[in-house]
Every structure is written in C-alpha cells, then in structure tokens.
C-alpha cells in the first residue's frame, strides 16, 4: 500500500510506519520528531474513497447512476468497497488498501446476544437493534435495486449480508467528514490515515484542502520517534465509539445518555403546545444528551413545562407572556414536570441489565476480559448509568428547592408584565390574591375582569393547593 502511495503523489510516509501497539493494536508510528502543527502527512484526491470516485469508474459508474433514487453516501461508498475487493485484476492499489483492512470489526452489530446483554437497557442496545434491522432492511433494498440488476458487477457470492455490513462498518469507523464553503459536505476513507488511532488528549489534527481535494495529516501535539501517532475524533461518548468504532475509553468523561422526548399529535393543546416548542427552538419529538457536566439540560424543562401544560396554564401563559423557555410556568406545572423527570430515570436506571454497582465489581474481579466485547458494554453501561443518577439527583435537588420555597411561601413565578384587563404595561401591578396567576393596574380593572377570570382562577389555585 505504502508503494502505491508514494507513486500517486502522498508525502511523509518515509516518517511513519504501521505498528502494534499493546493498548490499542495497530496503529502509525513517528519515525521522527514532530512538533505540534506540523503537516506530517498527505493523501493526495486521486486515491481517497469517495462517492464522486465511485460514480466516476468507467465500470461501476454506471450502474450506480442507473439506480433511482441515488444510494445513500454511506452505501455508495460501501457498495465501491465491495466491488473492488470483488475484481480479481485492476484496481491494484485499492485493492492494497482493502487487504490492510480487518476482516472483522468489534462495532456493536457484531456482538453476541450474551454481549448484547450486558448493557442492555442503554441507549445503545436500542439503537443496536434498530441498525440491525436497518442493515437487513437496506441490503435487501441493494440487490432489487442494484447488485441483481447487474450481476456481472455484483456476483451476490461475493455480496452476502455478511459482506455489506463488514462494508459498512469500514465506512462507519474509518471515514472522515468534512464541510464545504458551499453548505454541502463530503464523507471520504484516506488510505494509510484511516490507520491513526484516536485519543483525547490530541488536537483536532485531520484537514481537508477544498481547492485540491487532498487530506492532509498534522501532528496533534509534540512527537518523539518511536510515538504512536493520534488523531482526534471528537467529543465522542462510549456508546457512540462502541457502535461506530468498535472501542471505549474506560471513564469517558464525554460518557451521554440520548434522552428522547415525543408528543402524540392528539395531544390536548397540541397546536399551541407546538408553537411553544418552536419559539423555544424544539420539536415536538426531540433527541436531547445528557451528560456527566450537565445531566439534566435546560432543554428537557423547556420541553417538559410545555408538554405537562393544561388548560389554567395554557390560559397563564397566553395572560402573562410568560417565556416559556427559562421560567416556571406554575408550581404545579413544574412540580409534576420534576416527577415526572424522577419518576422516568428512576424506570430507565432499573432496566438496566445489570446495575452499576454490579458491573463495577464484575470489572474489578475480571469476570470481563479487559479489551473484549462484554468488557467494552460494560463501559457502555456504567456511563449511561452515571449519566442517568446525575440527573435523577438533579431533578430531586430543583423538586426539593421548589417546595421548600413554595412551603416558605415564596413565589417562583415571574411578575406579570401587563394588565390582565386592560393590557397596560407596568412594573407596578398587582396579583390576584387567590391565584397569584394574572395582575392588574388596581382594583378596578381586576372588578372588571373577574367574569372572564373566575374560571381559570379556581382551576389554578385549587390545582396549586392540591400539589403541596
């Protein structure tokens, strides 16, 4: 591969080689000096996986531009591995690179169901299922569409399911992705660069030259010879590296629980409830992190306040323009919000398959053996499990303070801005003295209005009393 290299133009492989390392296997080794930010390598556009690499073969081109709609990038892409790794002659140089590569991958498709169920109840057991049912989805989809149209390209022999996922997993942990200046992106497998390894204590060290089309390689920190050589992939939690990489790092400090939060269309209030979610820029079905520095985002309470709003509040907010976004709506609402958020992480904590407290003491005795498949879920499990006691205690420390001074007798709320009656604007108003939910330029204004008001105020203050 590294001839093959060196002939299409890349720089800097005289100053590397591939090599074992004992933490993490293979990987690039300095054979010099480096210093932090110097290019110490270049793979040149000619001979990067990309899908307009893919589209421009004389051979596979064409098919692929038969099939309608387009494939996807990430099955473009595999679909380019597979038939060069198919041909028997030509594509000497790719097909180099693809005899580098590992047979197998330890990405979380390819666990057992006794690996699967160490870290069964996070988030990436579902999504685990979900991608396995997705890949057998997506295969069946290519060859009616595309490898039985042609089987002279695709020989199914040579293309079994088995095939397309080790293809898909050489996309998903080898391929770089990059932004473009013009909105767009490009997703490309850089020969010999896809070997770096990843670490965090490295700087983001991998660029992409638009004008030319060439990656290019700089040194993430200070290398001596004989260093293994990182790259840095980002702020990744272990679920994430697990299934798209096929490795953890013990103690991620990056570790995330993917909380998803969904309102059914027939919802009471749904349509004003969605015009809330969109001032506060969410959705009504929304994927938020949760993470060990902020296991409980303000987002999940903007979503929340506006999910658990009923009739009074709706009534409340529309009154006292309340942003929706940042405050208490009402101390029923945030109340049962802050329930409700305990009530949901104590369910996801006790689904888990095995406790925390349990993988930590099955890690410390050795019953996984360090590096293996069960070893890494483990890892998976216990930082989704920290992530979700972090925000259960969270959501207990703001229900206690917001009784605490709800039992004192002081008001969370936000003072109304306006008149209820008359729309005034002022600092100087006063509540309603049984619901504290609207306010008044005085007296009389509040006379004026109780016909309109009484309803919603005995619905919000008996609400308000029943939730202490």
Not at 238 to 259: A, E, H, K
Not at 269 to 290: H, M, N, R, V
Not at 320 to 348: A, C, W
Not at 397 to 422: F, H, K, M, T, Y
Request: a negative charge; charged letters at 20%; hydrophobic letters at 35%.
């Amino acid at each position: 591969m590294e001839s093959w290299l060196k002939a299409s133009g890349a720089t800097g492989l005289g100053d590397l080689e591939l090599a074992n390392f004992p933490a993490t296997g293979r990987g690039v080794r300095a054979l010099r000096r480096f210093k932090e930010g110097e290019r110490i390598l270049t793979i040149p556009n000619n001979v990067l996986w990309t899908v307009e690499h893919a589209y421009a073969d004389p051979l596979l081109g064409p098919a692929l531009r038969s099939t309608q709609p387009q494939l996807s990038v990430e099955d473009a892409l595999a679909t380019y591995i597979l038939f060069v790794r198919s041909r028997y002659s030509g594509y000497d140089g790719l097909r180099s690179h693809l005899a580098a590569l590992p047979t197998g991958y330890s990405s979380s498709v390819f666990f057992t169901e006794d690996e699967l169920e160490v870290y069964a109840g996070t988030s990436l057991y579902t999504i685990t299922r979900e991608l396995e049912q997705r890949i057998k989805d997506d295969y069946r989809s290519l060859v009616t569409r595309l490898f039985a149209q042609h089987l002279d390209l695709f020989p199914l022999e040579r293309f079994t399911i088995e095939d397309y996922k080790w293809a898909l997993c050489t996309v998903w942990s080898r391929s770089m992705d990059f932004g473009l200046s013009d909105g767009n992106s490009i997703r490309l497998l850089a020969p010999f660069a896809d070997m770096l390894n990843h670490s965090s204590e490295v700087k983001q060290c991998h660029v992409y030259d638009i004008s030319s089309g060439d990656l290019s390689v700089l040194a993430g920190k200070d290398y001596e010879a004989g260093d293994q050589v990182f790259i840095y992939y980002g702020y990744i939690p272990n679920n994430r590296l697990l299934r798209i990489y096929g490795f953890v790092v013990p103690g991620n400090p990056n570790d995330s629980y993917d909380l998803v939060l969904a309102t059914h269309p027939n919802a009471p209030f749904f349509e004003q409830k969605q015009k809330l979610w969109a001032s506060t820029g969410l959705d009504p079905i929304c994927t938020i992190s949760l993470t060990l520095t902020d296991p409980l985002p303000k987002n999940v309470l903007r979503y929340l306040r506006i999910q658990r709003l009923d009739e009074s509040d709706v009534a409340v907010v529309t009154l006292r323009k309340v942003d929706v976004g940042d405050e208490i709506i009402s101390y029923s609402n945030e109340v049962e919000v802050l329930r409700s958020l305990i009530e949901s992480f104590s369910s996801l904590i006790s689904g888990f398959g095995t406790q925390l407290e349990k993988l930590e003491e099955h890690l410390a005795e050795g019953v996984y053996s360090p590096g293996g498949n069960a070893w890494a879920a483990a890892h998976v499990s216990l930082g989704e499990q920290r992530v979700l006691r972090l925000a259960r205690q969270r959501a207990e420390e703001l229900l206690a303070a917001v009784q605490d001074r709800n039992g004192r007798g002081i008001s969370s709320l936000p003072v109304p801005a306006q008149c209820a009656n008359c729309g005034t604007a002022s600092e100087r108003l006063m509540l309603c003295g049984r619901c504290k939910a609207v306010a008044y330029c005085g007296r009389k204004c509040q006379v004026a209005h109780y016909k309109a008001h009484k309803g919603s105020c005995q619905a919000t203050s008996s609400k308000g009393s029943s939730g202490m």
